[in-house]
């Protein structure tokens, strides 16, 4: 018997700066096990450069990702979404688990700024895939 594999999304605004972080810090530490998905409530025209830049420093490369609007087809093919400040703009749909990780936006801010914002997206991640029962292949 086979289960499926757990698919978590990421919601921020703008899906440029945590959202992406998190996505990337998944997609790493998590290799295939898990589906990853993120999203923006207001997507960006691009990765936030100080996020790009934060995350190579740790050997996570996201400058290949583009901000994506949010969806409903999005939240309903999750598992569980987590959002990032997007408030009211993020749909709730019944039997989808939510978190909310209350994080500083790195929009307009420097790397050194980024980099304990991209810190604690790493701890919560490691978290989650405990509470998922996904051990990292990394």
Request: proline content about 7%; some cysteine.
């Amino acid at each position: 018997m086979t289960t499926a594999k757990p698919s978590v999304l990421f919601v921020c605004v703008h899906n440029a700066g945590r959202s992406q972080m998190a996505a990337g810090w998944l997609r790493q530490l998590a290799g295939d096990a898990v589906e990853v998905r993120s999203a923006g409530s207001v997507p960006g025209d691009q990765v936030n450069p100080s996020a790009v830049r934060a995350m190579a420093e740790v050997g996570i490369d996201i400058s290949d990702q583009r901000p994506k609007v949010l969806t409903t087809d999005a939240v309903e093919a999750s598992d569980v979404v987590i959002t990032m400040g997007c408030g009211d703009a993020c749909p709730i749909f019944p039997g989808k688990r939510y978190l909310d990780w209350a994080l500083e936006d790195p929009a307009g801010q420097g790397v050194e700024s980024v980099r304990p914002i991209r810190d604690e997206i790493e701890r919560r991640i490691r978290g989650l895939l405990a509470e998922l029962g996904v051990s990292s292949p990394a």
